[in-house]
Nanobody, 119 residues
Framework: QVQLVESGGGLVQPGGSLRLSCAAS????????MDWYRQLPGKEREWVATITSGGSTSHADAVKGRFTISRDNAKNTLYLQMNSLKSEDTAVYYC?????????????WGRGTHVTVFS
C-alpha cells in the first residue's frame, strides 16, 4: 500500500503562484509514473501533468507554460509549481501514483488539496 498526502493548496489572486506537494509513504518501491489531476467544480477529474521515474514530463495544454511537475525521489515527494494562476484553475488537485509489481499495476490517489484563485 502507498499513502499519498497532498499539501500546499490555498487562496491566491489571479497571476499568483502556489506550489503543491504530495508526500508518498508506505510501500513506495517500484513507483513509476506520478501525476497530478484536478477536479473543477461540477466537472469530472482531469489530467494535469505526469512525470516518469526517469524524470520525463508532460503537461496538459491548459497548463503548459504555467505549471511544472517535478519529483524528489530522495524525499518521496511530488511537486506541482503553479504560476500565472487563473480563476479557471480553481479546483481540487489530486496526486496519483502508479506502482508496478511484477505484471500488475497498482494505482493510488491522495485525498486532494483545494486551490482557489479569486479576485
Amino acid at each position: 500500500q502507498v499513502q499519498l498526502v497532498e499539501s500546499g493548496g490555498g487562496l491566491v489572486q489571479p497571476g499568483g503562484s502556489l506550489r503543491l506537494s504530495c508526500a508518498a509513504s508506505g510501500s513506495i518501491f517500484s513507483i513509476n509514473n506520478m501525476d497530478w489531476y484536478r477536479q473543477l467544480p461540477g466537472k469530472e477529474r482531469e489530467w494535469v501533468a505526469t512525470i516518469t521515474s526517469g524524470g520525463s514530463t508532460s503537461h496538459a495544454d491548459a497548463v503548459k507554460g504555467r505549471f511544472t511537475i517535478s519529483r524528489d525521489n530522495a524525499k518521496n515527494t511530488l511537486y506541482l509549481q503553479m504560476n500565472s494562476l487563473k480563476s479557471e484553475d480553481t479546483a481540487v488537485y489530486y496526486c496519483r501514483a502508479e506502482q508496478w509489481v511484477g505484471l500488475k499495476v497498482y494505482t493510488y490517489w491522495g485525498r486532494g488539496t483545494h486551490v482557489t484563485v479569486f479576485s
